[in-house]
Nanobody, 118 residues
Framework: QVQLVESGGGLVQTGGSLRLSCAAS????????MNWFRQVPGKEREFVAG????????TYAASVKGRFTISRDNAKNTVYQRMNSLKPGDTAVYYC???????????WGQGTQVTGSS
């Protein structure tokens, strides 16, 4: 069992930055690929970024590539997402997700709200 707790969300002006954190419980954190998703009301949850078990490989949605950076610290059981040049369209609830097999999420966090203001 893995429990995920996100933090770091908030209100930020257009062009601003935020760093989200996701702390994981358990001793198997490094066994999972870690991912960030986001969701706005009335729309499906969408993939934002993912990072491999070792942290050596990352992937991003086209809408955030070049602005967001995912990273992880396996010693701290934590995954991060640095979000720069935020746009109003980035407003969403952001979820951390652990996937043992790529593309198949096993655990979700409770989400953290990010609101961009113009």
């Amino acid at each position: 069992q893995v429990q995920l707790v996100e933090s770091g969300g908030g209100l930020v002006q257009t062009g601003g930055s935020l760093r989200l954190s996701c702390a994981a419980s358990g001793r198997t954190f490094s066994s999972y690929t870690m991912n960030w998703f986001r969701q706005v009301p009335g729309k499906e949850r969408e993939f934002v970024a993912g990072i491999s078990r070792s942290g050596g490989s990352t992937t991003y949605a086209a809408s955030v590539k070049g602005r967001f950076t995912i990273s992880r610290d396996n010693a701290k059981n934590t995954v991060y997402q640095r979000m720069n040049s935020l746009k109003p369209g980035d407003t969403a609830v952001y979820y951390c997700a652990a996937a043992y097999i790529l593309g198949n999420v096993d655990y979700w966090g409770q989400g953290t709200q990010v609101t961009g203001s113009s």
